[in-house]
């Protein structure tokens, strides 16, 4: 396997809402992958022989991350959908492999970075996948578990009722984190305050304070207007989607609040796909501690080489926009994704 070292974040070029950041050539690390820039903002891509290599890396990074946070007030990570990450949460899962042992299932909380608009038993459900893969083999109290309400008939309210769970588990600023009217809702339309609407998970009283699971992690304002995941796992699709960030999605340019109150999850219609999707809004990505993605595949290189070497079009190829603004991001890909990279 080959590797570079570990990117570490500053804000460099990029203000936390999500605006562009500047284009880094890559250059070779010592270990054989490739890191870019070598600035605040460093970017790590590791190239691995094949998917099963690449599952394993993952496995190994994932617990990593993960320990490294155990006295935190609960370690979090937010999961992807797709064909690569149910190989790696069978194989963290399985208690044949290393990896199950050096996760504590029952501190950690599983939370989810996109959703289809399908209930939890749906075969397309990313809860589902996620479940029969790895959550029903380990133990992980009920309560750790923060799905997304995807059997919502109003996806704007699935997306409010998840805004409105990160807020109380994190301990955010009711206000900071879109208090105000249709702060999550969809992207056409205002929808509910995110502190309101029935049904909605946790007390106001709750949500308006620094609960006793986040507080203790927080790192100032900052740190309480936004959720604070200390693992964030993505895919890319073949046209440079990822999480439930499409191209030309409104949420690529949203810069938040100076286009009001900041949105932590989003209903957003897919027109490619006819169907809506909830997903975690950038601002949320970029404030993770370490953001892994997993890509895998011929289909995937052009797409991966027009986010990581193209130029800087968010909106027509939306991982370009994830870039930790304190944290690690680190591209794991398997050599036919990245055949077409001129850095491999």
Do not use: C
Request: hydrophobic share 45%; proline share 7%.
């Amino acid at each position: 396997m080959s590797g570079g070292g570990e990117g570490g974040g500053g804000e460099g070029g990029r203000g936390e809402g999500g605006g562009g950041a500047p284009r880094q050539e890559p250059r070779a690390s010592s270990g054989g992958g490739v890191v870019v820039g070598g600035g605040p903002r460093r970017r790590e891509v590791r190239v691995v022989e094949d998917a099963v290599e690449l599952t394993r890396a993952a496995a190994t990074e994932v617990a990593a991350a993960l320990a490294l946070h155990r006295d935190a007030p609960f370690p979090s990570i937010a999961l992807a959908g797709g064909s690569t990450p149910r190989a790696l949460y069978r194989l963290l899962a399985d208690p044949a492999a290393p990896f199950r042992a050096r996760i504590d299932w029952q501190a950690v909380h599983f939370f989810w970075g996109d959703e289809r608009h399908v209930p939890p038993d749906h075969p397309e459900s990313n809860f589902r996948m996620a479940r029969e893969a790895m959550l029903d083999h380990v133990q992980v109290p009920a309560a750790h578990v923060h799905r997304i309400a995807g059997e919502e008939p109003d996806a704007a309210r699935a997306a409010r009722l998840y805004q409105r769970e990160l807020i109380e588990v994190f301990g955010l600023r009711r206000e900071a984190a879109g208090g105000g009217e249709g702060a999550a809702g969809n992207e056409g339309a205002a929808g509910e305050a995110a502190g309101g609407g029935e049904g909605a998970a946790g007390s106001e009283d709750a949500a308006g304070s620094v609960s006793a699971w986040g507080g203790a992690d927080a790192r100032g304002d900052a740190a309480r207007e936004w959720p604070r995941f200390h693992l964030v796992l993505l895919g890319l699709g073949e046209e440079g989607h990822t999480a439930s960030l499409f191209p030309g999605s409104p949420l690529l340019a949203d810069d938040g609040p100076r286009r009001g109150p900041r949105r932590l999850a989003a209903a957003v219609w897919v027109e490619k796909l006819h169907t809506w999707r909830i997903t975690l809004t950038p601002p949320v990505l970029d404030h993770a501690a370490t953001v892994i993605f997993l890509v895998s595949g011929a289909a995937k290189a052009p797409a991966l080489a027009a986010v990581l070497e193209g130029e800087w079009r968010p909106e027509l190829y939306p991982a370009q926009v994830v870039a930790p603004v304190d944290g690690r991001l680190l591209w794991l890909v398997d050599r036919a994704a990245a055949a077409l990279l001129r850095s491999g």
